[in-house]
């Protein structure tokens, strides 16, 4: 089921370990993100979840609520993240994924970002920026 496999995909996303995000990937998966802009393909993507892990102490994405149908996944999502000594930032969002054969294949997230400082959205525009 997409909707469980949505699910999953961001319960793995508190063990920090890109490794275990890898098998819910498609290769050719393509990700938009407002602030961090697009990736193409697994290994981009997880460049910058890595990138996230090794910058935020605290990374966690919670799916409230979570609808289905077919393949394609619309899920209202608050992420949690806090950088060493500072505050715990709570960003709401509406993600939507495409699953294909048991993998997310596309993936936009539109976030709520009036409440975010202009130093976090800095930050990951320039987390985004970096190749590994």
């Known amino acids: 089921m997409p909707g469980a496999l949505v699910q999953a ?10 490794r275990r995000l890898e098998s819910y990937l498609a290769e050719h998966v393509a990700a938009r993100f407002e602030i961090a802009g697009d990736f193409s393909g697994r290994s981009a993507l997880l460049g910058f979840w890595r990138r996230l892990f090794q910058t935020y102490s605290l990374l966690e994405l919670h799916i409230l609520k979570c609808v289905a149908e077919d393949d394609l996944v619309i899920a209202e999502s608050a992420y949690f993240l806090a950088a060493p000594r500072s ?40 987390l985004s920026g970096a190749r590994w």
């Open 9 to 18: 995909f961001a319960k793995e996303i508190a063990f920090r370990d890109v």
């Open 87 to 126: 505050a715990v930032l709570d960003v709401r969002a509406i993600s939507v994924f495409e699953v294909e054969q048991g993998v997310i294949t596309h993936w936009r997230d539109h976030a709520d970002l009036a409440e975010v400082p202009k130093s976090d959205k800095d930050r990951w525009r320039r």
